[in-house]
C-alpha cells in the first residue's frame, strides 16, 4: 500500500483500467472551454475518493497546495464545476463505468463466484423546499400540502462476489415512476453489457410486477424478488404452505443458522407468462435470537439453484442498500446538491458510482495483489491524505 497516491492512482485509473480516452473526452459541451474538460473531470473525480462531494470543497482542492499532488492541472471556482456538469454528455461516463464492468469480468475480477447477480433499488438523493429543475418530484404530507421537492434515481450494481460494484443509474422526475426507471436501466445496462455477463437480477417487492420479470426474461436473465402482499393470492397460498412442517433444509451462514422452506408447484397469477412460480422461505436464527423471515419467489429451477445458493441470492440485494446508497450519502454526498440542475445532479450521481467502483478495483483488486492484505476504505481514504502532506524540509543547522 506505499504508492497509494492520488498521483499512482491516476496512473492506475487511465492505464490498467483503460479510461485515459474517456478522462480527455468526457463528453464537455461547453462551447469555448478555458479549462481542460479532463482538469474538470478528474478534480471531481479525486474529490470524490477523497469524500470531499461538494463543488465548494473541490475548488479549495484546487486552489490548495496539494494541487500537484493531485494531479489537477489547475485552479478554477465552483462556479466553474457547475457550468461544466450542466453541459457534460452523462453518456461518455456511463459507457465509463459499464467498460469497468466489462474489465473486471475479463480480468477474472469475479471468478471466485458461480452465480453473478445485478441489484436493483430506488432512493431519494436530495431535497428542496423550492422547485428547481424538472427533476424536482412534488412530496405531499398528511394534510396534501407540498413541504418540498424530492430527487429520486434507481441504481444497478453488480452482487453477489464479494466486489459490490455499482455502475448506472436512471433519474425519474414528475410524471415518473422508479418501476418505470428501472425497467429502462436494466434494458441498458444488458444491452451494453450482454446476456451473458450476470445471470440473475435480485429485486424488493415492488419491482416483482409481471412486465418487469417478462423484461429481465427476454434480456436472459433469471429473477429473485422478495414477495409481499401486493400479489395477495400467491403470498396467502405461500403463507399458508409455509413454514410448515420441518423445514426442507437447514444451513450455517456464517454465525447464522438458517432453516429454509421451498417449493416450485406455485401457479402464476393471470398476467404473468410463467409455467410455474418457485417460493421459497427462510427463518434466519441471529446469535443475539433474533429471527428474521421473508417469502421470496423465483423462476430458478431447483436442479439448477440450491437452497443454500437462493438464500445468499436473495440476501445479495441488501448490498446495493448497504454499499450502494449507504457508502454513497454517508461518505460521498450522493444526498448533497451541488448545482441544482437535472444534469448536474445526474453527472454528480453517476461520478460518485465511478469513484465508488474505482476505488474498489483499486483497493480490493489492484492493491491486493500478491500477499498484500484487504485494507478497509477508511485505510485507503487515511493513505491518500496523507500523502497530500509535504515532507519538512531538514533543518540543517
Given at each position: 500500500?506505499?504508492?497509494?497516491?492520488p498521483?499512482?492512482?491516476?496512473?492506475y485509473?487511465s492505464?490498467?483500467?483503460?479510461?485515459?480516452?474517456?478522462l480527455?473526452?468526457?463528453g464537455d459541451?461547453?462551447?469555448?472551454?478555458?479549462?481542460p474538460?479532463?482538469?474538470?473531470?478528474?478534480?471531481l473525480?479525486?474529490g470524490q475518493i477523497?469524500r470531499?462531494?461538494?463543488?465548494?470543497?473541490?475548488?479549495?482542492?484546487a486552489?490548495?497546495?496539494?494541487?500537484?499532488?493531485?494531479?489537477?492541472?489547475?485552479?478554477f471556482?465552483?462556479?466553474?464545476?457547475?457550468y461544466?456538469?450542466e453541459?457534460?454528455?452523462p453518456?461518455p461516463?456511463?459507457?465509463?463505468?459499464?467498460?469497468l464492468?466489462?474489465?473486471?469480468?475479463?480480468?477474472k475480477?469475479?471468478?471466485?463466484c458461480r452465480?453473478?447477480g445485478l441489484a436493483?433499488?430506488?432512493?431519494?438523493?436530495?431535497w428542496?423546499?423550492?422547485?428547481?429543475c424538472?427533476?424536482?418530484?412534488?412530496?405531499?404530507?398528511?394534510?396534501?400540502?407540498?413541504?418540498?421537492?424530492?430527487h429520486s434515481?434507481?441504481?444497478?450494481?453488480v452482487?453477489?462476489?464479494?466486489?459490490?460494484?455499482?455502475?448506472?443509474?436512471?433519474?425519474?422526475?414528475p410524471?415518473?415512476?422508479?418501476?418505470a426507471a428501472?425497467?429502462?436501466l436494466l434494458?441498458?445496462?444488458i444491452?451494453s453489457?450482454?446476456?451473458?455477463f450476470?445471470?440473475?437480477?435480485?429485486?424488493?417487492?415492488?419491482f416483482?410486477t409481471?412486465?418487469?420479470?417478462?423484461?429481465?426474461?427476454e434480456?436472459?436473465?433469471?429473477?429473485?424478488?422478495?414477495?409481499?402482499?401486493?400479489?395477495?393470492?400467491?403470498f396467502?397460498?405461500a403463507?399458508?404452505?409455509?413454514p410448515?412442517?420441518?423445514p426442507?433444509?437447514?444451513?450455517?451462514h456464517?454465525?447464522?443458522?438458517?432453516?429454509?422452506?421451498?417449493a416450485?408447484?406455485?401457479d402464476?397469477w393471470?398476467?404473468?407468462?410463467?409455467?410455474?412460480?418457485?417460493?421459497?422461505?427462510?427463518r434466519?436464527h441471529k446469535?443475539?435470537?433474533?429471527?428474521?423471515?421473508?417469502y421470496?419467489?423465483?423462476n430458478?429451477?431447483?436442479?439448477t439453484v440450491?437452497?443454500?445458493?437462493l438464500?445468499?441470492?436473495?440476501?445479495?440485494?441488501?448490498?446495493?442498500?448497504n454499499q450502494?446508497?449507504?457508502d454513497?450519502?454517508?461518505?460521498?454526498?450522493?444526498?448533497?446538491?451541488?448545482?441544482?440542475?437535472?444534469n448536474?445532479?445526474?453527472?454528480?450521481?453517476?461520478?460518485?458510482?465511478l469513484?465508488?467502483?474505482?476505488?474498489r478495483l483499486?483497493?480490493?483488486r489492484?492493491?491486493h495483489?500478491?500477499?498484500h492484505?484487504?485494507?478497509?476504505?477508511a485505510?485507503?481514504?487515511?493513505l491518500?491524505?496523507?500523502?497530500?502532506s509535504?515532507?519538512?524540509?531538514?533543518?540543517s543547522?
Amino acid at each position: 500500500m506505499n504508492r497509494a497516491t492520488p498521483r499512482h492512482l491516476l496512473h492506475y485509473v487511465s492505464g490498467r483500467l483503460r479510461l485515459r480516452r474517456y478522462l480527455k473526452k468526457p463528453g464537455d459541451g461547453r462551447r469555448q472551454p478555458q479549462i481542460p474538460a479532463s482538469a474538470l473531470l478528474w478534480a471531481l473525480l479525486i474529490g470524490q475518493i477523497l469524500r470531499e462531494a461538494s463543488f465548494h470543497a473541490v475548488e479549495a482542492l484546487a486552489h490548495s497546495t496539494a494541487r500537484r499532488t493531485l494531479r489537477i492541472a489547475t485552479s478554477f471556482c465552483d462556479d466553474t464545476l457547475g457550468y461544466f456538469t450542466e453541459r457534460l454528455d452523462p453518456a461518455p461516463t456511463r459507457q465509463a463505468l459499464l467498460s469497468l464492468l466489462r474489465g473486471a469480468k475479463r480480468n477474472k475480477a469475479f471468478d471466485d463466484c458461480r452465480w453473478i447477480g445485478l441489484a436493483l433499488d430506488g432512493s431519494g438523493a436530495g431535497w428542496r423546499t423550492h422547485q428547481g429543475c424538472k427533476l424536482c418530484r412534488p412530496q405531499q404530507n398528511a394534510a396534501k400540502q407540498i413541504p418540498g421537492y424530492q430527487h429520486s434515481l434507481v441504481m444497478i450494481s453488480v452482487v453477489g462476489t464479494s466486489l459490490s460494484l455499482p455502475c448506472d443509474g436512471e433519474p425519474y422526475g414528475p410524471g415518473d415512476s422508479e418501476y418505470a426507471a428501472g425497467q429502462r436501466l436494466l434494458r441498458r445496462v444488458i444491452g451494453s453489457l450482454g446476456k451473458r455477463f450476470a445471470q440473475y437480477v435480485v429485486v424488493d417487492g415492488g419491482f416483482a410486477t409481471a412486465p418487469f420479470l417478462h423484461t429481465a426474461g427476454e434480456l436472459g436473465l433469471r429473477v429473485v424478488a422478495r414477495l409481499k402482499d401486493n400479489f395477495p393470492e400467491l403470498f396467502t397460498a405461500a403463507q399458508q404452505r409455509f413454514p410448515c412442517g420441518a423445514p426442507a433444509t437447514v444451513f450455517q451462514h456464517g454465525a447464522d443458522r438458517v432453516e429454509m422452506w421451498d417449493a416450485e408447484d406455485f401457479d402464476p397469477w393471470e398476467t404473468l407468462h410463467w409455467e410455474i412460480v418457485r417460493v421459497f422461505f427462510y427463518r434466519q436464527h441471529k446469535p443475539d435470537g433474533k429471527v428474521v423471515e421473508a417469502y421470496w419467489l423465483t423462476n430458478f429451477a431447483s436442479s439448477t439453484v440450491g437452497p443454500a445458493a437462493l438464500f445468499r441470492m436473495a440476501k445479495s440485494r441488501w448490498e446495493i442498500e448497504n454499499q450502494g446508497f449507504n457508502d454513497a450519502k454517508t461518505r460521498h454526498g450522493l444526498e448533497h446538491i451541488c448545482h441544482h440542475h437535472a444534469n448536474s445532479l445526474l453527472i454528480g450521481w453517476l461520478l460518485t458510482m465511478l469513484a465508488l467502483t474505482i476505488e474498489r478495483l483499486y483497493r480490493l483488486r489492484y492493491l491486493h495483489r500478491g500477499k498484500h492484505r484487504v485494507h478497509d476504505s477508511a485505510q485507503l481514504l487515511l493513505l491518500l491524505w496523507l500523502s497530500l502532506s509535504r515532507p519538512c524540509a531538514a533543518n540543517s543547522s
